[in-house]
């Protein structure tokens, strides 16, 4: 049996992500420090019960999508979201450990990567920013990222108040982004915009 002594929290399972039992996760950890745990643990009924991660991938800087072993559909997903999420105790004691030395050999490397990890973002982040098309048809603003399916959609609002969804794709229809006034350019395909009426 698993005591609380023995656990962590690092976060929470917020909700159900598609369809195949994926669930979005906040936490301060990432994919990779996810990847390095035994197990998450959930509280359930007064229990703490291990579940093994099956996989899991960034969302954004602070979630991730979680794939737990016999968790396969959006039900069951449901059915343990919300929750605090645990690690084991010893499990974080190991990843701090990791960190101290790996930022005390990164101190001796050169700097540029680290600031291009910091200038790194994520789709979610660009949720409020205004934006535009480079051949002037769209102006608005981000009010929304849906990420329900695999293919997220910017929900855009534009200065007629309509609600706009422009799928994020793989960046490509992003031509310039202004982290100094929160703008984004974009390169819309021809039709896009007619789809949305």
């Keep these: 049996m698993i005591l609380r002594t023995e656990l962590k ?19 301060p ?3 990779g420090e996810f990847s390095a745990l035994r197990c ?7 229990i703490f019960v291990p579940f093994f991660i099956r996989a899991v991938r960034p969302k954004s800087s602070q979630t991730v999508l979680l794939t737990i072993d016999g968790v396969a559909s959006e039900v069951e997903a449901a059915s343990l979201c919300p929750a605090t999420l645990f690690a084991l105790r010893d499990d974080i004691s190991r990843l701090e ?10 101190a001796e490397c050169d700097e540029d990567s680290a600031e291009v990890e910091e200038e790194g973002f ?3 982040d660009l949720v409020g920013y205004t934006v535009e ?9 981000i009010i929304e990222l849906d ?19 422009l799928p994020v794709a793989d960046g490509s229809m992003i031509e310039e982004i202004d982290q100094e006034r929160h703008h984004l350019l974009l390169s819309l395909p021809q039709g896009l915009l007619d789809i949305n009426n």
């Design 9 to 27: 929290e690092i976060g929470r399972l917020q909700k159900p992500h598609g369809i195949n039992g994926e669930i979005t996760a906040s936490s």
């Design 29 to 31: 950890l990432d994919s």
């Design 40 to 46: 998450i643990v959930l509280e359930i009924d007064g």
């Design 97 to 106: 450990a990791e960190h101290s030395s790996a930022n005390s050999h990164a």
């Design 122 to 124: 994520y789709a979610e």
């Design 133 to 141: 098309s480079d051949d002037g048809l769209l102006h608005g603003e």
């Design 147 to 165: 990420d329900s399916t695999d293919n997220y959609l910017f929900i855009v609002r534009d200065r007629q108040g309509r609600r706009l969804m």
